[in-house]
């Protein structure tokens, strides 16, 4: 072997080995860029999508189902925080703990709902709830 074809090799082991120890990474990397090409990227969550998740919950807890109700309600909270919605969403999971016994989570949630939003409709019906909450306790 000539000098040439040495280095050539040399270089081409130095590529291999720092690709077996990083190039694991880098492939599942490249995997998932080529794979969200194909598939597009993942749709943007948006207010229309939370306020499905807000009626749904509504059915659930004039239904009387609490838990699955505070399931809609807390998925609208973690999910779309930016969303209008997060304020009633808030209101909506304290009445499902209060109605399931969960006073203290419930009171978590109506101050919540208070200290974050400070005033308007929703802030005045959780004060008059945790009030009643509170009275329970």
């Given at each position: ?23 694991c990474a880098a492939l599942r990397s490249f995997k998932e860029g080529f794979m969200e090409g194909v598939r597009g990227p993942e749709p ?31 998925q609208i909270i973690e999910d779309y925080p930016e969303s209008s919605l997060v304020e009633v969403a808030l209101y909506y999971q304290g ?43």
């Amino acid at each position: 072997m000539n000098k040439t074809t040495k280095v050539f090799f040399r270089g081409l082991i130095l590529v291999c080995l720092v690709f077996s120890i990083c190039g694991c990474a880098a492939l599942r990397s490249f995997k998932e860029g080529f794979m969200e090409g194909v598939r597009g990227p993942e749709p943007k969550k948006t207010e229309d999508q939370a306020l499905i998740l807000f009626d749904d919950g509504v059915k659930a807890y004039e239904k009387g189902l609490y838990e699955t109700a505070r399931n809609y309600f807390e998925q609208i909270i973690e999910d779309y925080p930016e969303s209008s919605l997060v304020e009633v969403a808030l209101y909506y999971q304290g009445g499902c703990y209060k109605n399931t016994g969960q006073n203290e989570m419930a009171v978590s949630a109506y101050r919540q709902l208070i200290m974050e939003y400070k005033y308007g409709f929703w802030v005045d019906a959780a004060k008059k709830e945790l009030a009643e909450v509170e009275l329970t306790m």
